[in-house]
Nanobody, 125 residues
Framework: QAQLVESGGGFVAAGGSLTLSCAAS????????VGWFRQAPGQEREFVAA????????ALGDSAKGRFAISKDYVKNAVSLQMNSLKPDDTAVYYC??????????????????WGQGTQVTVSS
């Protein structure tokens, strides 16, 4: 399995924006779906967004709708998560993952077999 590397996390004030990137070292995402999940301390892992590398099916979690966007970068072989209008509740470790879920299972973390190490996003009030 390719190593997934997340980048772009950091510290931002409420209302600000961040763009996270997920790259697969040494391999293409090929026929995989790339998902973003987040986990705040003491909380369960939450689905944020997903995109199928081939075909382009996408899904957004309820907390992401209207504020976040997921996209593919074929040149960089990466998937970006553009996050706007950030809130303190968005503070979490954000993980990217790859798998082969059917579209109706994009939100299911168990459908993803390969996970990155995560990147911290902290939003101050």
């Amino acid at each position: 399995q390719a190593q997934l590397v997340e980048s772009g996390g950091g510290f931002v004030a409420a209302g600000g924006s961040l763009t996270l990137s997920c790259a697969a070292s040494g391999r293409s995402f090929g026929g995989h779906t790339v998902g973003w999940f987040r986990q705040a301390p003491g909380q369960e892992r939450e689905f944020v967004a997903a995109i199928r590398w081939s075909g382009g099916n996408t899904a957004l979690g309820d907390s992401a709708k209207g504020r976040f966007a997921i996209s593919k970068d074929y040149v960089k072989n990466a998937v970006s998560l553009q996050m706007n209008s950030l809130k303190p509740d968005d503070t979490a470790v954000y993980y990217c993952a790859t798998g082969h879920p059917i579209v109706s299972e994009f939100r299911n973390a168990r459908a993803y077999a390969n996970w990155g190490q995560g990147t911290q996003v902290t939003v101050s009030s």
